[in-house]
């Protein structure tokens, strides 16, 4: 399970996308997480593996949250409040990162 550190939620990039240098597989519902020349395994169970999946594609939070609460748009703030911490928590891993817009 990645730590919940909350180190960058705020600072999270607008554009995100999944390093390029990490490693994943989907076990049952959980993703295992790697970086190419590390050592360090991460699961991400539950919502947090949703959240991965949908990073195969360039996304905004609100973006993800808009995604993940189709059909259900009361949800969108609170969802956005949580992906805020998952994606920090990310971010901090280096498991995300943001991409640059020109």
């Given at each position: 399970?990645?730590?919940?550190?909350?180190?960058g939620?705020?600072?999270?990039p607008?554009?995100?996308?999944?390093?390029?240098?990490?490693?994943?597989?989907?076990?049952?519902?959980?993703?295992i997480?790697?970086?190419?020349?590390?050592?360090d395994?991460?699961?991400?169970?539950?919502?947090?593996?949703?959240?991965?999946?949908?990073?195969?594609?360039?996304?905004?939070?609100?973006?993800?949250?808009?995604?993940?609460?189709?059909?259900?748009?009361?949800?969108?703030?609170w969802?956005?409040?949580?992906?805020?911490?998952?994606?920090?928590?990310?971010?901090?891993?280096?498991?995300?990162?943001?991409?640059?817009?020109?």
């Open positions: 399970m990645i730590p919940s550190s909350r180190a939620v705020r600072d999270a607008g554009t995100l996308r999944r390093a390029p240098d990490v490693l994943f597989r989907r076990s049952g519902s959980a993703t997480l790697a970086r190419l020349h590390g050592t395994f991460h699961s991400l169970d539950g919502p947090a593996s949703l959240v991965w999946e949908l990073l195969g594609e360039e996304n905004s939070i609100g973006e993800l949250a808009s995604r993940m609460t189709d059909g259900y748009p009361a949800l969108a703030s969802v956005e409040h949580q992906l805020r911490a998952v994606i920090g928590d990310l971010v901090s891993l280096g498991f995300v990162v943001g991409v640059d817009r020109e």
